[in-house]
């Protein structure tokens, strides 16, 4: 199913310029647009500045997890095993989890978890570089699934862990204000 999946959007790889050159695009440089939005949250005030460091704080957890994932399982790239169309270049690295979509699932669920507007946009881009990733031939849908639920399970708990670290702050600081006077 997975394969057949595959097979139905990768198909349409080479038959479209203008979709190819989209889907590249996607693929390669969406990562500047994530960082482009952080910058601008970055400047627009200290909620938006939290907002960001959440996003940097999960993103970089996810690169960790993916590359814990890494060391212990490997799946082959479709082009590894079948022959698919390929639009750009790849590493001969593992397919499980795609890095791509995994960084900017990250990233937009940390902000989807503080602003809807920006987090839906966001989220609906991460979706894009998903598919543009089966588009080109790199990822099977479920690595693509998968990198999205491991992505926003990554947001979320980094969410809950500094959310509750802050309430432990806020309570530390209470308990410890009648002592300094």
Known sequence: MDYKIFRIINQLAGRYSVLDMLMVLISNKVRYLFAFVLMLMWFRGYSQRKVTVYA???????????????????????????????????????????????????????????????????????????????????????????????????SIIVEKVFGSLKIMNRKTQKSYAPLRK
Request: hydrophobic residues 50%.
């Open 56 to 154: 940097v704080i999960s993103a970089t957890f996810t690169l960790l997890t993916n590359v814990l994932i890494q060391c212990f399982y490997f799946k082959p790239r479709p082009f590894m095993k079948r022959r698919v169309g390929i639009l750009i270049p790849s590493k001969m690295n593992s397919a499980f989890l795609s890095k791509h979509t995994l960084l900017a699932t990250a990233v937009s669920t940390s902000i989807l978890l503080h602003e809807r507007v920006i987090g839906a946009v966001m989220w609906g881009v991460s979706l894009l570089t998903g598919f543009s990733r089966i588009w080109v031939g790199h990822h099977y849908p479920s690595d693509i699934i998968r990198s999205l639920f491991v992505g926003s399970l990554t």
